[in-house]
């Protein structure tokens, strides 16, 4: 067991703001359970070298892609969620200050003639052109979703395409905002007396933030990566046991998996795949999560008496399912790290253990015995706070469900996390 290890507060980067956390285009979009980019970075300088090939099987919204860039690392990334492939893929592509000038100038002037002198006419435009998904219904009242639709549209009729996309992040980031999602909360709660954001201004105001971060971007990557991307980037939208990484060609790997037991990601990002047409039924697209209790397929191995322990526990629940199916997904997710590492490179794993009902579930040390059965060593362990995570972090401890804070029962969900950094042998 590694609980007895001290907590090491270098690696809890306390000293850092908001600001800090969300510079250059790290401040995007708010994305659930992103690592923050000063942990990647010193990873990344203590454990690789300028031209090396950086990798992230679980890239979410990029953190790491974003660093290993401005840091002059090749960086390789993938992600199953379209949502996270697309804030990726626009926060690691550098885009001309000027143009972006131009187009948001354009689409601001164009807007306000769409949404206040012209509503009607761009109204029924906009809903004849969108398949609006039904579930919209549910989430936003009926004037935010009428120039929510306005908005889409016009954003869509943008030709370029990497400027179409920047401006798509900046419409994902307001959803919540101009939602009746409950504002604080990162589960799928309403609340019905929320006030109405003004959508246009909301959108304004961040894209136009972004158009900043994104002059801030090009001026930190050296010129290679700001004249031509696509030679030092790759990512995709594919499995993390998928990499399109060639054997034994990366250096370093950092990466936080998915939670077990915390919740579905799924959930939390369907305001955007509704809206930007990848999501038809939230429980199919659940099945492609690691450790789904929606995909129909045989139990793996899981290669951990640990685990093995956890699971019995658990007592053949469904809670115990879960549980065994993520960890034999994570095993096929280490054999790739394996197979794309090269002899004797690190791969930096962030993950927290947690317990479900009163029993102990001890993720890091599963790893570690997974990683260990598959030929990678120990190389150190780093015991941390997590003051800066978006996760739901308190838990009843009766019920195992997530709770609010000043409820009684509570116990912290994930307080502190460990950084299992692995040699391969």
């Not at 923050?36 to 950086?54: F, M, N």
């Not at 199953?80 to 697309?86: T, Y």
């Not at 095993?331 to 102990?360: D, Q, W």
């Amino acid at each position: 067991m590694i609980s007895h290890l001290n907590i090491d507060p270098s690696w809890s980067f306390n000293e850092c703001s908001a600001k800090d956390t969300s510079y250059i285009t790290h401040g995007y979009y708010t994305y659930p359970a992103k690592f923050i980019p000063q942990l990647v970075r010193r990873l990344i300088y203590e454990h690789s070298t300028e031209t090396q090939v950086l990798a992230d099987p679980f890239m979410g919204s990029g953190t790491t892609i974003v660093e290993g860039l401005i840091n002059q690392r090749i960086s390789i990334g993938v992600d199953i969620n379209e949502i996270a492939f697309l804030v990726a893929q626009v926060k690691t592509t550098p885009l001309p200050s000027l143009k972006l000038v131009e187009v948001f100038t354009q689409l601001e002037k164009d807007l306000k003639k769409r949404l206040y002198t012209e509503r009607t006419y761009f109204l029924q435009k906009s809903l004849d052109s969108l398949k609006l998904h039904e579930k919209i219904d549910y989430w936003f009242r009926p004037a935010q979703k009428e120039s929510l639709a306005i908005l889409l549209q016009r954003i869509l009729e943008i030709s370029d395409e990497p400027v179409r996309r920047f401006f798509l992040v900046a419409f994902a980031q307001i959803l919540k905002s101009c939602s009746i999602w409950l504002q604080k909360s990162v589960k799928p709660t309403r609340d019905l007396s929320k006030k109405d954001y003004d959508v246009l201004q909301t959108f304004l105001q961040h894209a136009k933030k972004m158009v900043e971060k994104n002059n801030q971007f090009c001026k930190l990557l050296p010129q290679p990566f700001l004249e031509n991307i696509e030679n030092y980037r790759i990512i995709a939208c594919t499995d993390a046991r998928e990499m399109p990484c060639l054997t034994e060609s990366v250096d370093l790997i950092i990466t936080s998996p998915p939670y077990v037991t915390s919740y579905e990601y799924a959930d939390l990002h369907q305001l955007p795949l509704y809206w930007l047409g990848y999501l038809e039924d939230l429980s199919q697209f659940r099945q492609k999560f690691i450790g789904s209790m929606y995909r129909k397929r045989e139990n793996g191995s899981i290669h951990s008496t640990l685990a093995e322990r956890v699971i019995k526990d658990l007592c053949n629940t469904k809670k115990s399912l879960e549980v065994q199916r993520y960890f034999a997904d994570m095993y096929e997710v280490f054999k790739e790290m394996h197979r794309i590492l090269k002899p004797r490179a690190k791969a930096c794993i962030i993950i927290g253990n947690t317990s479900f009902k009163g029993i102990y579930i001890p993720n890091a040390e599963v790893f570690i015995e997974q990683m260990q059965n598959l030929g990678f060593s120990i190389f150190d362990i780093v015991k941390r706070e997590i003051p800066s995570k978006m996760l739901p972090s308190t838990r009843d401890s009766k019920t195992g469900q997530f709770a609010k804070s000043n409820q009684e029962n509570v116990i912290l969900a994930y307080p502190t996390e460990y950084i299992l950094i692995f040699k391969k042998l």
